[in-house]
């Protein structure tokens, strides 16, 4: 594996995407939101696409997804149509784990992972989501589990978002729902623990960095 891999996952609240983008940046890497597909195809969902041909894989046709790996400049589109914003909705979050509890369809993502991936221009990518570093990049050079207690999570993206009973949907139910499926709350095996609980962002991308550079020293040599 030429590119240097850096996975992250991670529960809902506990800041992957911001750390990941930071972490891009001081890396020069590029940055891959894993979770803005399965949004994207929960909206494509929305906007009429039969949810039987999720189950077939009939959809991987119609499923026109492209995404930026730069994060100075993080867009998303389906088709023509930039769904930077629309895939944020409430709707879509709500949507979203049924789509992403679909085997076909978890199958289409790892395969459209690595293949974004290996087209990004930039020596490395750091690449968030749930299940990266145990079933997408589990070859990962470095390999991290980033995550904060429930109630701090809860405060994180309350800023985010007004709606206390929305908040509680986005990050504790669609916890509870992706769990089923992936196990994004405990260290495998090789992967590093980093809780932010007590954290502020600039310490956390500070400790993640660390990591980082430890992780990839490490690869080189041996």
């Keep these: 594996m030429s590119k240097q891999i850096v996975a992250i996952d991670g529960p809902a609240g ?10 891009a ?18 909206w494509l969902v929305l906007q009429g696409l039969d949810t039987r041909e ?17 994060a100075d400049n993080f867009w998303v589109r389906v088709g023509n149509q930039d769904v930077t914003e629309a895939i944020r909705s409430t709707e879509v979050s709500e949507a ?10 978890r ?3 790892k395969r459209k992972t690595h293949e974004i991936a290996e087209t990004c221009t930039k020596p490395g990518i750091v690449i968030e989501g749930r299940d990266i570093t145990t079933v997408v990049y589990p070859e990962a050079q470095s390999r991290i589990l980033l995550t904060a207690s429930e109630e701090v999570r809860l405060a994180r993206r309350s800023k985010e978002v007004s ?23 405990e260290a495998a095996p090789g992967v590093a623990l980093i809780d932010s609980s007590d954290l502020d962002f600039s310490q956390t991308v500070q400790v993640m960095s ?4 430890h992780d990839l020293k490490a690869a080189h040599d041996v």
């Design 14 to 23: 506990s800041g992957k995407s911001s750390v990941s983008k930071q972490l």
């Design 25 to 42: 940046r001081e890396f020069n890497f590029g940055y891959l939101d894993t979770g803005a597909a399965y949004r994207a195809l929960a």
């Design 54 to 70: 999720l189950e077939n894989g009939a959809f991987e046709s119609n499923f026109d997804y492209q995404i930026s790996t730069d």
């Design 96 to 105: 979203v784990s049924a789509v992403a509890q679909i085997p076909t369809v």
């Design 107 to 109: 199958s289409f993502m």
């Design 163 to 185: 709606d206390a009973e929305n908040v509680h949907a986005q990050v504790v139910k669609r916890d509870a729902h992706d769990s089923k499926v992936v196990n994004f709350t």
């Design 210 to 213: 660390e990591q980082v550079k």
